[in-house]
């Protein structure tokens, strides 16, 4: 597949093919629960429970896989398509999704008839992203390569005054400042930890409450293109392109092992992109 995202237990997956097409995968009898389910080229996608959302330029589509696969629950049209979904997420306990591009943040309330749509543009245009899976804390990659964290508050826009401004959902909390150009950001479950990456196979852990690095040596021999901490933060794994896994420890700030052992690795192995506790 060219991306692959596994569901909030791991117990599924969906693919995107060569066919840019998407696919719901048991995991691991490789069952195949739905699909072909849309043309994707490069989505964000979020997979949690039955529910599953691709989003693709400035069009994103929801499932309820418990009903017919070829039903969509929901369709978004974004009020300006010229810019492409980078990040899309349910929102824990609720019914809304979040999804952002560079520029702007989208809060979208599906409870309402149609859905309405809430944006917040970003101070500066912004790359790599990811989002807690508490769904209160997301990093974005500024254009001068510094982490800024953002906490997520929804009930900031439930104002019901039309007339009056809004309070944008997403406030400031951190900027942090790698030394290094970033590649690939990751944060914990809690979002008070996040893994930051460049493209020649250095990442770190930082505290995004402190804004300073907890982990500074965690080398690989190739891009780390995906990593993911353990639901309670004390470990987290990172992939990269040397076909290699590492685990480390964030307690003791260790290398707790490779998937492979030097010489065992299989002639067949691939650069990872897609890792899940």
């Not at 019901?160 to 479950?189: E, M, W, Y």
Request: proline share 6%.
């Amino acid at each position: 597949p060219l991306q692959a995202r596994f569901r909030d237990d791991g117990k599924a997956v969906v693919t995107i093919s060569l066919e840019h097409k998407a696919h719901v995968w048991e995991v691991p009898s490789a069952r195949l629960i739905a699909g072909p389910l849309c043309h994707a080229t490069a989505p964000a996608m979020a997979f949690t429970g039955n529910q599953l959302q691709i989003a693709v330029a400035g069009r994103c589509i929801a499932w309820d896989l418990s009903r017919s696969a070829q039903e969509a629950a929901i369709e978004i049209i974004a009020p300006d398509k010229s810019e492409a979904f980078v990040l899309t997420s349910f929102l824990p306990a609720t019914d809304m999704i979040l999804m952002t591009d560079s520029r702007r943040a989208w809060l979208v309330n599906r409870s309402s008839t149609p859905p309405t749509i809430e944006t917040q543009a970003f101070p500066e245009v912004v790359s790599q992203q990811s989002i807690s899976k508490s769904g209160e804390i997301v990093a974005a990659v500024t254009q001068s390569q510094q982490v800024q964290i953002w906490r997520l508050e929804p009930t900031l826009v439930s104002s019901s005054d039309s007339n009056s401004p809004k309070a944008g959902f997403l406030t400031l909390q951190s900027t942090l400042t790698p030394d290094f150009k970033v590649f690939h950001i990751r944060l914990s479950s809690n979002g008070k930890q996040i893994l930051i990456a460049d493209d020649k196979g250095q990442a770190q852990v930082w505290d995004t409450v402190a804004a300073k690095p907890t982990i500074v040596q965690m080398p690989h021999d190739g891009k780390v293109r995906e990593s993911d901490f353990s639901a309670d933060g004390t470990y987290v794994v990172t992939g990269s392109d040397d076909k290699q896994l590492r685990i480390w420890d964030t307690r003791t700030k260790s290398l707790v092992g490779d998937a492979w052992k030097p010489g065992e690795r299989p002639e067949n192995a691939m650069a990872v992109s897609c890792v899940r506790f």
